[in-house]
């Protein structure tokens, strides 16, 4: 079965602290894993999509990376504004091309100045 | 600009009756697809449909109904056999960018059963 997983569920940092966001998965086949910002009350923004191990993509103070069992969103200085929850998905290959997304439960990650 | 548009914002439902949730899209997607959430939980897919006149049932479609008309429209019934339908409701859509599926999602709507 397709799972994907995120952890921690909430993170917790101080204006400057660096960390990461990790997000560990099962898939048949990948077509692709995907970053999503969501801020409360809003649809998810969309950040990177990564399509094989060791593809990195960088967005200012995020870099996402992936390898063939899990992905890391590292935040680099992190700034109040950066606090959203972050959510991990994958899209299963195969024959049947659907383009549904497996979803992850969020990272909820708040700054403090 | 082309973007999703979901109405409306907020939404109450009361015991027993249906409601209705829009999805209008002008960005020529084929592909469009509904999501619950829930606080603590992932998106979790309740209908998608790839073409016009055309849908299936995603991970939890029991309560819920849809239609697609119009390649720009893919609105979404609750039903009263939907027994917890409190949540936040999101729609989307996509285009097959070569690789994968990029998606385009709404801003959602929240349900709430007074």
């Known amino acids: 079965e397709d799972q994907v997983t995120q952890s921690p569920e909430a993170l917790r940092l101080q204006e400057g602290e660096s960390s990461s966001l990790n997000c560990s998965y099962t898939?048949?086949?990948?077509?692709?894993l995907f970053w999503y910002r969501q801020d409360p009350g809003k649809g998810p923004e969309f950040l990177f999509t990564l399509y094989s191990a060791g593809e990195e993509k960088e967005k200012e103070r995020l870099k996402a990376t992936l390898t063939k069992k899990e992905s890391f969103l590292h935040i680099t200085a992190p700034k109040p504004e950066d606090s959203a929850t972050y959510l991990c998905a994958v899209q299963a290959g195969g024959s049947s091309n659907t383009g549904k997304l497996i979803f992850g439960q969020g990272t909820t990650l708040q700054v403090k100045p | 600009d082309g973007g999703i548009t979901q109405s409306p914002k907020y939404l109450f439902r009361k015991e027993g009756q249906n409601v209705t949730l829009s999805c209008e899209q002008n960005l020529n997607h084929d592909a469009m697809y509904w999501y619950r959430q829930d606080p603590g939980q992932g998106l979790r897919l309740i209908y998608y449909s790839q073409i016009v006149n055309d849908f299936q049932k995603g991970d939890i479609a029991e309560g819920y109904s849809v239609s697609r008309e119009k390649k720009e429209s893919f609105p979404l019934t609750v039903t009263s056999a939907q027994k917890n339908p409190t949540a936040f409701y999101l729609c989307a859509s996509s285009a097959y960018r070569g690789r994968a599926y990029g998606y385009t999602f709404g801003s959602g709507t929240r349900l709430t059963v007074v």
């Open positions: 898939v048949s086949g990948l077509r692709g």
